[in-house]
């Protein structure tokens, strides 16, 4: 499906069980299941839901760990990068939320839970933050990462695309890393999250394009040829 939406946003349309047939031949494994339990209330609640959470990354040349902030949209999987530190505490974490909520507030946001997992730097003062804009925060359940799932298949997204497939040199390469990754993972990257149908999160969700014909495809490499993005040449 992620093959089908690259190549949708290319002009091209194939089947999925085309792709599927190709991959086969080449032997290249599907994806790992994802479990679908949460679908009927994402459907229902998403458009309202926020979701935060933390994940750290281990610097090669300080040889120090870095913990990045981060809070995304449940409808359009859009990310908000808050903040990175090495000494992330509940005090520190309460800043960003404001910084975040204010940005929310002069954009006439319409959001209205936020899910967080039990971490302690998530504070009474982190969740009073939201409460003051109308956001009630929800806490998981214990060892229950399901219930953030959008959250954490973030995490896994940038890990396996990205932050585990390059040495990090220090806190500054890490904020230019995020930043160039999340550009693409909101405007180049296919998703198959409800609602989104193989979308970006920044495309028109009314138009696909489907140009009469295309004559070449061209490559755009983000991070050194780590990440590949494709548009059709002018």
Same mark, same amino acid.
């Given at each position: 499906?992620?093959?089908?939406?690259?190549?949708?946003?290319?002009?091209?349309? #194939?089947?999925?069980?085309?792709?599927? +047939?190709? =991959?086969?031949?080449? !032997?290249?494994? $599907? $994806?790992? *299941?994802?479990?679908?339990?949460?679908? #009927? @209330?994402?459907?229902?609640?998403?458009?309202?839901?926020?979701?935060?959470? @933390?994940?750290?990354?281990?610097?090669? /040349?300080?040889?120090?760990?870095? *913990?990045?902030?981060?809070?995304?949209?449940?409808?359009?999987?859009?990310?908000?990068?808050?903040? /990175?530190?090495? *000494?992330?505490?509940?005090?520190?974490?309460?800043?960003?939320?404001?910084?975040?909520?204010?940005?929310?507030?002069? %954009?006439?946001?319409?959001?209205?839970?936020?899910?967080?997992? !039990?971490?302690? +730097? @998530?504070?009474? %003062?982190?969740?009073?933050?939201?409460?003051?804009?109308?956001?009630?925060?929800?806490?998981?359940?214990?060892?229950? &990462?399901?219930?953030?799932?959008?959250?954490?298949?973030?995490?896994?997204? /940038?890990?396996?695309?990205?932050?585990?497939?390059?040495?990090?040199?220090?806190?500054?390469?890490?904020?230019?890393?995020?930043?160039?990754?999340?550009?693409?993972? +909101?405007?180049?990257?296919?998703?198959?999250?409800?609602?989104?149908?193989?979308?970006? $999160?920044?495309?028109?969700?009314?138009?696909?394009? @489907? &140009? %009469?014909?295309?004559?070449?495809?061209?490559?755009?490499?983000? =991070?050194?040829? =780590?990440?590949?993005?494709?548009?059709?040449?002018?």
């Amino acid at each position: 499906m992620r093959i089908q939406g690259k190549l949708r946003r290319l002009g091209h349309r #194939a089947a999925a069980a085309t792709i599927r +047939k190709v =991959l086969r031949t080449h !032997r290249i494994p $599907p $994806p790992r *299941y994802r479990d679908d339990s949460w679908r #009927a @209330f994402l459907r229902a609640q998403a458009q309202t839901l926020l979701a935060t959470d @933390f994940f750290h990354i281990d610097c090669a /040349v300080t040889l120090t760990r870095r *913990y990045v902030a981060f809070v995304i949209e449940h409808s359009t999987r859009r990310v908000h990068l808050l903040r /990175v530190t090495r *000494y992330p505490t509940g005090a520190w974490a309460t800043q960003p939320a404001r910084d975040f909520t204010a940005e929310m507030e002069a %954009a006439g946001h319409r959001f209205t839970h936020l899910i967080r997992d !039990r971490d302690a +730097k @998530f504070t009474a %003062a982190f969740d009073g933050v939201f409460s003051a804009t109308g956001i009630t925060a929800i806490m998981t359940a214990p060892q229950a &990462p399901r219930m953030n799932a959008i959250a954490e298949r973030f995490v896994g997204s /940038v890990r396996h695309e990205c932050t585990d497939r390059i040495l990090i040199g220090g806190e500054r390469h890490l904020g230019v890393v995020l930043d160039h990754y999340i550009a693409h993972y +909101k405007a180049g990257r296919s998703h198959q999250g409800e609602g989104l149908s193989l979308r970006a $999160p920044d495309d028109d969700p009314n138009v696909i394009p @489907f &140009p %009469a014909q295309v004559d070449q495809i061209r490559r755009r490499r983000v =991070l050194g040829g =780590l990440i590949n993005e494709y548009e059709t040449a002018a």
